[in-house]
């Protein structure tokens, strides 16, 4: 289709509806540009997660992921990740640091 764009797939990571308002911005300003899965990790966490394969996904497909996760573990687990598949994290507030990672001051 002449003149359309392709919309961009994101995977938004929050617990407990952490990234919600965010979520609901990019749905109501962004319209048709962006695709949005959503994974949920809800309920209490222990303090150590050693092992975050119950929580996060094996494989990960998509233009950009979004890190609203309130849990270090997770949140490096994640990080990662998608060095691994070679996606793009924003990780806002963290001190995450590798390639493909953006970590801006919130």
Do not use: W
């Amino acid at each position: 289709m002449e003149g359309s764009k392709k919309s961009q797939h994101l995977i938004v990571f929050q617990q407990n509806g952490s990234g919600q308002p965010k979520i609901d911005g990019m749905k109501k300003f962004g319209g048709d540009l962006f695709r949005i899965e959503v994974v949920n990790i809800d309920g209490a966490l222990p303090p150590v997660i050693d092992d975050t394969s119950a929580y996060l996904p094996r494989e990960l497909t998509c233009d950009l992921a979004l890190d609203f996760l309130r849990h270090g573990d997770l949140s490096a687990d994640l990080a990662a990740l998608c060095q691994k598949h070679e996606i793009p994290l924003i990780a806002s507030g963290k001190k995450i640091t590798g390639r493909g990672l953006f970590a801006p001051p919130t």
